[in-house]
């Protein structure tokens, strides 16, 4: 069975830091991308990052440049997602999300076809 499991979310104040987690099993073998969307009540749903297993390559939503950084842990199987000058506005609840695809990652959610259950992250003015 394939699971991806967030955690690492909770209240923050504006300016301070968080780093979520996405652990991955029950995944075969083979290349994948992992990307990190989030989600506003009302806004819909917003692609944040993403990575690519085979190349390495990530991708950042313009909105978070800069600021948040994607990474990945091969022998364990964990996505990060450190989150640094965090503001009101990244609020939200954030998933993660697993495409078996050997190409440079995208933050279209409808390319993924496994996703988590997400962790609130909530940023304080």
């Known amino acids: 069975q394939v699971r991806l499991v967030e955690s690492g979310g909770g209240l923050v104040q504006f300016g301070g830091s968080l780093r979520l987690s996405c652990a991955a099993s029950g995944f075969g073998a083979g290349p994948y991308a992992i990307g990190w969307f989030r989600h506003v009540p009302g806004k819909g749903r917003e692609g944040v990052s993403c990575i690519s297993s085979r190349t390495g390559g990530t991708h950042y939503a313009d909105s978070v440049k800069g600021r948040f950084t994607i990474s990945r842990d091969n022998a364990k199987d964990i996505i990060y997602l450190q989150m640094n000058s965090l503001k009101p506005e990244d609020t939200a609840l954030y998933y993660c999300?697993?495409?078996?695809?050997?190409?440079?990652?995208?933050?279209?959610?409808?390319?993924?076809?496994?996703w988590g259950q997400g962790t609130q992250v909530t940023v304080s003015a």
């Open positions: 999300a697993r495409e078996t695809f050997a190409g440079p990652c995208t933050l279209i959610s409808l390319n993924y076809p496994y």
